[in-house]
């Protein structure tokens, strides 16, 4: 048992740092419905909420961090006193369960650079993600680990009083730079924790002149040079990042030092849509024992049917890093030699890559682009331009621009390449082009690696302005030039316009705080 009263914790059952087996046990004896895979993996449910709530998302706006947050749709303001009714709320939840566990762990691979963060809550499967998510203390620093840099109270059955003055539902995600913690009512989504972290470093970490990305990250096995791949969700950043010819550093959330790159967690967190063995058996094979999913239908064998989406398209696996069998532990590597920005364009508009000038890299960081498509979304009927700044809007604290400057930098000191890749749809839009192979994708990400890319042939594209490489080794030459691949090529130009509109509007809520070369990197018809 372990003693929590100085977080206001009088529940007399608190079990911390329980290893996955006790978990497991915990949540087939106390959780309804939670089950085990055929694979070993724990299966749970996470209620009504299947994704995150980033409308709900609030922070404290209080002491000296008001003056740094970037206040707005993202970072909503919360009055100190509402924070305090929350976190009040939570913690008398909390003390009327049975048992409640506590999660010790380390948010950060570089002992620089790492925060010790505290999460309690009341579900095994809460528990067992985080402790997934989190680096695991070895017994010694356990032993050692003393007071948290950060704690979350996670009472997500308990909902948030939607009468409470900037409460907009029953939900309520809240943290407080200030007291250093963070209060989840009202969603059981686990991701909310993990999120909630990431938030916490990316307000930490630049203020140490540190860059924190919403990016995946492999390093050469033999050169130690590092890729980073930034991507919104569904663009294949775990996808391409599980490469059994290079060293898995991280699939989500990295640091840039002085020194080299780092990991913030210890485990993957991987969509689990239409997962195969044959196409991504790295991740397929990870979600075993000790490994979480999410939202998954099991068949009468307990076998996961990773088609059904009858809960949500959102299912998940979570699993620790070292389950990988290439992963790189310590998740630490060398400067990277290529930054590379993945999106899903669901016009069919962006090439399958192309290189950016430093320019182009500023503004397509910040614009941060992808597509959804029909069908992922209640009221999507055809293709849907999403902008999010940094690749990572929803877990900014501070302004885009903080991010955007320190990645110039770090990019022109150590000389590295910028590449935009396209892993959405070819030959026309969504419902009349197709969804780019993801072996040509692959091909492509290996011939970046390779260095095959930085003197292949490449034409200037009209609209965009970047460099469209017109020739990949083992790719098909005609499907690299887009308008080459649509049937009706005015079609092709108006559909490149239209896309170039929404950049152009989306950006114009960051024209004031960008240089002029910035500006002109655009698309101009």
């Known amino acids: 048992m372990f003693d929590l009263k100085r977080h206001g914790i009088t529940a007399d059952t608190v079990f911390r740092n329980l290893g996955a087996a006790k978990l497991y046990e915990h949540g087939i004896r106390f959780e309804s419905g939670t089950q085990i895979a055929s694979t070993g993996a724990l299966v749970a449910y996470s209620g009504a909420k299947t994704g995150r709530s980033p409308k709900d998302k609030r922070l404290v706006k209080s002491g000296a961090s008001a003056e740094n947050v970037w206040w707005g749709s993202v970072n909503i303001p919360m009055e100190p006193s509402v924070f305090q009714i929350n976190r009040e709320r939570a913690i008398d939840y909390l003390n009327t369960r049975e048992r409640l566990y506590c999660v010790d762990g380390f948010a950060g691979w570089d002992p620089d650079h790492r925060i010790k963060v505290r999460v309690i809550c009341c579900r095994p499967y809460h528990a067992l993600f985080i402790y997934t998510m989190l680096i695991r ?61 990431f938030t916490v470093m990316n307000y930490l970490m630049p203020e140490k002149g540190v860059l924190s990305m919403h990016c995946s990250a492999t390093t050469d096995i033999e050169s130690g040079s590092s890729s980073v791949l930034f991507g919104l969700s569904g663009t294949g950043k775990t996808t391409l990042s599980s490469d059994p010819k290079r060293l898995l550093v991280g699939d989500d959330e990295h640091c840039w030092t002085d020194q080299g790159i780092f990991n913030i967690e210890g485990g993957c967190y991987a969509k689990a849509i239409d997962l195969a063995e044959e196409s991504e058996p790295e991740i397929y094979r990870a979600l075993r024992f ?15 049917d990773f088609s059904d989406t009858s809960i949500t398209q959102n299912t998940r696996g979570a699993y620790p890093i070292e389950y990988i069998s290439n992963a790189k532990v310590p998740c630490v590597a060398d400067h990277p030699r290529d930054v590379i920005f993945l999106t899903c364009d669901a016009f069919g508009v962006l090439p399958p890559v192309s290189r950016l000038s430093s320019a182009q890299a500023m503004y397509h960081f ?15 009927t055809e293709p849907e331009a999403t902008f999010s700044p940094c690749f990572g809007g929803p877990f900014l604290v501070w302004h885009p621009g903080k991010y955007a400057e320190q990645l110039a930098d770090r990019i022109a000191k150590h000389k590295a390449s910028v590449w935009l890749v396209n892993t959405g749809w070819s030959g026309g839009s969504y419902g009349t082009g197709s969804r780019m192979k993801l072996s040509y994708t692959r091909l492509i990400v290996d011939a970046i690696h390779s260095g095959a890319l930085c003197d292949a042939p490449s034409t200037r594209d009209e609209i965009f302005g970047f460099d469209i490489v017109t020739e990949v080794p083992g790719v098909p030459s005609e499907m690299l030039t887009p308008r080459m691949t649509w049937e009706d090529k005015g079609d092709y130009d108006q559909t490149a316009k239209k896309l170039g509109a929404l950049f152009q509007d989306n950006f114009k809520k960051y024209i004031d705080g960008v240089s002029d070369e910035v500006k002109a990197a655009g698309p101009k018809f």
């Open 290 to 304: 000790g490994a979480v999913l999410e939202n998954v239908i099991l068949n009468d064998r307990q076998e996961v």
């Open 137 to 197: 203390p070895t017994l010694a620093e356990l032993a050692e680990y003393g007071e948290p840099d950060y704690v979350i109270y996670n009472a997500g059955e308990f909902p948030a009083n939607k009468n409470s003055v900037g409460m907009t539902s029953k939900t309520s995600v809240d943290l407080s730079l200030e007291d250093r913690e963070v209060v989840i009512l009202g969603t059981e989504y686990a991701g909310e924790m993990k999120k909630g972290v």
């Open 366 to 380: 910040i614009s941060g682009y992808t597509a959804k498509v029909a069908g992922t979304e209640v009221g999507v």
